[in-house]
């Protein structure tokens, strides 16, 4: 699905800085242009973590071409996949040894994840390697 995304132009010293309207607080940045629609992606899949939400529509980029929020940058529409995104968590309980629990609750800290989010993010990682 089609998002708009404002972009900030970055510099040799700044990275692109992307904003997505429709998922409001939700920013990205990348280094290079081709890494903003991955990174755009992956800040999608991580502000709908754990979110009882439904998924916003798509705005009209003419309703926000103007809006005063959004003056001076660049405008870009990222092909989002949706099926990727988890709006819905499912309870489980598991056991882990407490040291190695709280190595993840310390590097979910230092992500500003929640230990869900970390979990899932983690597991999705190794899958997806195989």
């Not at 708009?4 to 990205?28: L, Q, R, T």
């Not at 280094?31 to 502000?47: M, R, S, T, V």
């Not at 609750?105 to 990682?125: I, P, Q, V, Y």
Request: charged share 30%; net charge negative; glycine share 6%.
């Amino acid at each position: 699905m089609l998002y708009p995304v404002y972009v900030n132009k970055g510099d040799d010293e700044h990275a692109h800085g992307a904003e997505i309207p429709d998922f409001p607080g939700c920013f990205s940045a990348a280094d290079q242009w081709q890494e903003l629609p991955g990174k755009i992606q992956e800040a999608i899949e991580l502000y709908c973590e754990d979110e009882d939400m439904e998924l916003p529509s798509p705005s009209s980029l003419d309703d926000l071409v103007n809006h005063p929020d959004y003056q001076g940058g660049l405008w870009m529409m990222v092909d989002i996949d949706v099926n990727r995104l988890k709006t819905r968590s499912v309870r489980l309980n598991v056991c882990l040894p407490e040291g190695l629990l709280r190595r993840i609750d310390e590097e979910a800290r230092s992500r500003h994840m929640s230990r869900s989010a970390f979990l899932a993010m983690t597991a999705r990682k190794e899958l997806e390697a195989r």
